[in-house]
């Protein structure tokens, strides 16, 4: 499906979807069906690419920079995940890297703010949050620490990976060309 608006509609469809399943499922250790759907999704995202080197560059590196970040506030004392299974408690569960691949197969449904700096800065101090505070409200983390020392942390963490991400996803586009 080469239809853009269709693509948009489809991707944000899918990351709604996914991340509420994700999070449900993490809630009573059950992953699976979200890393089903999330696979899935990324699967057809680097199908329908015209810039597959890009894209699968994109997402290896969202994968490996983004839960780093959660392991920093697990080290920090700023949360504790709820999952059974994981293989310690500083090391994200599961279902922290599935939400992880899905945010950076849809990273391209805000490309309206590359040339925005200050805009991106904004929708990442505020954006990130409020993700984590979906996923509190979910039961997927217990906060630790104060909630507003915890999402000052998370919004000064999302201010720089949001603008950062969405400039590497451009950088990627342009090295790689098709």
């Not at 239809?3 to 993490?26: D, H, K, M, Q």
């Not at 290896?60 to 983004?66: A, D, E, F, K, P």
Request: some cysteine; aromatic content about 18%; charged content about 10%.
């Amino acid at each position: 499906m080469r239809n853009p608006f269709l693509n948009r509609i489809l991707s944000t469809a899918i990351f709604y979807i996914g991340w509420v399943i994700c999070l449900r499922e993490a809630t009573v250790d059950h992953t699976y069906y979200g890393l089903l759907i999330v696979v899935s999704f990324l699967v057809y995202y680097l199908y329908q690419s015209t810039s597959r080197k890009a894209d699968t560059l994109l997402l290896g590196s969202v994968l490996l920079i983004g839960p780093l970040s959660d392991i920093l506030y697990a080290h920090l004392g700023l949360f504790h995940y709820h999952s059974l299974y994981h293989l310690h408690a500083l090391v994200p569960p599961l279902w922290v890297f599935i939400l992880w691949g899905l945010f950076a197969g849809n990273i391209h449904l805000f490309s309206w703010l590359k040339k925005r700096l200050w805009l991106s800065v904004f929708f990442g101090a505020v954006g990130g949050p409020m993700s984590y505070l979906s996923v509190v409200k979910l039961g997927g983390v217990i906060v630790l620490k104060p909630m507003s020392l915890t999402f000052f942390a998370i919004a000064g963490t999302w201010a720089v990976f949001f603008p950062a991400f969405l400039w590497l996803e451009e950088y990627l586009k342009r090295k790689f060309k098709t």
